[in-house]
């Protein structure tokens, strides 16, 4: 089945540490998105990519980090200047950011601190 | 940034009633989806409108793009315990070239037992 896998789906950060989410799709979608979820609030984003080896920062991207090196795969890391990275992060993909495309999300992970 | 307004915020309602939830903006949109959440899951897309004054269904699901551009309802038919999760409205602004998603933050439904 075509889709969007998230791993893990549960993640624990120690002070001071990077900690890495994985995000891969067989959609074949060029564009992939990464967004932020806290209690009670919707979507914030954190980085999108248009196509391989490109991405631009959303509207929270200090303390983060991507890569696009395959189609399929856009990682996210956590770094260690994000002092409050506990929430919910949703990897999301859509056919591309040329015409208006609904995004077709995974299944999150979420991360706490320890 | 851009922000949507979405109402309510929650809702209590009895299972067979009719539910109605809308997003309002400031600003012109050219996209509206509306999705839903469940617990521990991600957003799945229930309707997706792009024309204005267009009325799209999905079952008991119905959609419409306001004629100003700036708003859009989502309405829920006779309402079953499945129902039960957070909607999601996220429109997309004329003029942006980004093609970027602004989100509203939610309306949770719960059904009375």
């Known amino acids: 089945d075509g889709g969007i896998t998230q791993s893990p789906k549960y993640l624990f950060r120690k002070e001071g540490q990077n900690v890495t989410l994985s995000c891969e799709q067989n959609?074949?979608?060029?564009?992939m998105y990464w967004y932020r979820q806290d209690p009670g609030q919707g979507l914030r984003l954190i980085y999108y990519?248009?196509?391989?080896?490109?991405?631009q920062k959303g509207d929270i991207a200090e303390g983060y980090s991507v890569s696009r090196e395959k189609k399929e795969s856009f990682p996210l890391t956590v770094t260690s200047a994000q002092k409050n990275p506990t929430a919910f992060y949703l990897c999301?993909?859509?056919?591309?950011?040329?015409?208006?495309?609904?995004?077709?999300f995974g299944d999150g992970t979420r991360l706490s601190i320890l | 940034g851009q922000q949507l307004n979405q109402s309510p915020q929650s809702m209590f309602i009895q299972e067979g009633e009719d539910v109605s939830m809308n997003c309002t903006s400031s600003?012109?949109?050219?996209?509206w989806l509306w999705y839903k959440q469940e617990p521990g899951e991600g957003p799945v897309l229930l309707i997706a409108?792009?024309?204005a004054g267009e009325l799209t269904s999905n079952g008991r699901l119905t959609a419409q793009f306001g004629i100003t551009r700036k708003d859009s309802f989502l309405n829920i038919s006779a309402s079953i315990p499945s129902d039960v999760g957070i909607y999601f409205c996220?429109?997309?602004?004329?003029?942006?070239?980004?093609?970027?998603?602004?989100w509203g933050a939610g309306t949770k439904l719960i059904i009375k037992p």
């Open positions: 999301a993909s859509s056919l591309g950011l040329s015409l208006p495309q609904p995004q077709h």
């Open positions: 959609l074949n979608h060029d564009a």
């Open positions: 990519s248009q196509i391989v080896n490109d991405f």
């Open positions: 600003s012109i949109f050219n996209t």
């Open positions: 409108l792009y024309k």
């Open positions: 996220a429109g997309q602004p004329d003029m942006d070239s980004n093609y970027q998603l602004i």
